[in-house]
Every structure is written in C-alpha cells, then in structure tokens.
C-alpha cells in the first residue's frame, strides 16, 4: 500500500489566492483527518469524515476554509481567500476503526502564504 | 477530549533505555492510548497504542497506569535514529485524536 498521499508537497501562493489540498487516503480506511501543524498552535485537528460524511468541523477555523470527500478514495481542503496566517503544514491522516486504530498520516503540505 | 501533558524535552545516550511520560488524567474509559513520533518534514507516524493492559511490539513497549491516567512509553535501547517529537494522543470513540505539544526526544552517540 502506498500510505497516504497528498499532493502538493508544498504550495505557495499570494494572499487572497484560492488553494487547494489533495488527499488520497489509504484503500480501505472509514475515517479521514485533516490536521494542521504551526509552531505556535502544535497539531489541530480542522475537521474528519467517516465514510465520506464530514463528522466534527469544529477546527476549521473560519468560513473561508471548507472540505469536502467525494468518494472514498479522494479529499480536498480549499482555503478561499488565503491569508498568510494560513501558513502552516496541512496534514491529511485515515485510520481504520474509530478508536482503537491507528492514525496514518501523509507527508503533508506545506503551505506559504505571502 | 482529554488533554495529555509530556515533558518538552528529553535526552538520552544511545543504546541506553528511553522512558517518555504521558499525563492523560482526564481520560475516559473507552479512549484509547496512542503514541505517535515525528521526524523533521514528515508526518507523524505511529508507535504504539493500548486501552488498559501493557502493550509490547517491535518499535516500543506501552505502560499504562492502573488507572490510566498516565502511560509511559519505553524505548529499549535508543538509537540516533529514534530522535524525534513522541506524542502521546488518547483517541475518542468518536474518532478524534487530540495532540499536545509533544516530547522532543535527543539521543547522544
């Protein structure tokens, strides 16, 4: 299995750009995180889904970022207009079983915003 | 969620045991443990996890406090490649792993 795959490795783009991240999650998998790392807040959880259906929104931050799971196999999370206080790694994670499985993360993405 | 508190930092010397503390003493009793590491630009990949009994595989050994309020994480003999930030997370049964700051483990050849 190829694990979890995000693309792309690393986006920079201008404030007030539109910006999308990809997730591939691993076949299989019910659950999909979207988490985000900064030095100054650590790892947050934005939002997941289970079976395609988004579960908990409560982390994302604001309306300007949204995401969405059209099937299985494919998620994005578009932050519309970008702020460069959006700069961080955006990490995409599945797991199996809610609970007792274990998170697999991807490599993330890391996002510049100027 | 429940809160887990790590120390920020940790050294030890190669080949020598490892063991990283985990305050989860707001957990409930279907959370499970997990432990995670992280090495510079990758995400963080999975160590270890428990509900209640210890838990040995062939990364690391799980302690976990008869009342699980804290757990520890045991690396039997540290390499120079076990330097990372180790996160300890309790995961809900609605499926949410919640991170704290992380222990930054250092080993010295």
């Known amino acids: 299995d190829a694990g979890v795959i995000q693309s792309p490795r690393h986006e920079v783009t201008e404030m007030g750009q539109e910006v999308t991240l990809r997730c591939k999650p691993i076949?299989?998998?019910?659950?999909l995180f979207w988490y985000r790392q900064t030095m100054m807040r650590g790892l947050e959880l934005l939002i997941y889904f289970n079976n395609n259906v988004p579960i908990d929104d409560s982390g994302m931050p604001e309306d300007r970022f949204s995401a969405k799971m059209p099937n299985a196999s494919f998620s994005t999370l578009k932050i519309q207009p970008s702020e460069p206080r959006d700069s961080a790694v955006y990490f995409c994670?599945?797991?199996?079983?809610?609970?007792?499985?274990?998170?697999?993360f991807g490599n993330g993405t890391r996002l510049t915003v100027t | 969620d429940a809160k887990t508190t790590q120390p920020n930092s940790m050294e030890s010397n190669e080949e020598e045991p490892v063991h990283l503390p985990c305050n989860h003493s707001?957990?409930?009793?279907?959370?499970?443990i997990h432990w995670y590491r992280q090495l510079p630009s990758q995400g963080p990949e999975y160590v270890i996890h428990?509900?209640?009994s210890n838990v040995n595989n062939r990364m690391a050994s799980l302690a976990i406090a008869e009342d699980r309020k804290s757990s520890t994480l045991i690396l039997h003999r540290a390499t120079l490649r076990d330097a990372a930030v180790y996160y300890c997370?309790?995961?809900?049964?609605?499926?949410?792993?919640?991170f704290g700051d992380g222990t930054t483990l250092t080993v010295k050849p």
């Open positions: 428990g509900l209640t």
């Open positions: 707001t957990i409930s009793g279907t959370d499970y």
């Open positions: 076949s299989g998998h019910d659950y």
């Open positions: 994670a599945s797991s199996l079983v809610r609970g007792r499985s274990p998170l697999h």
């Open positions: 997370t309790t995961n809900t049964n609605a499926g949410k792993s919640t």
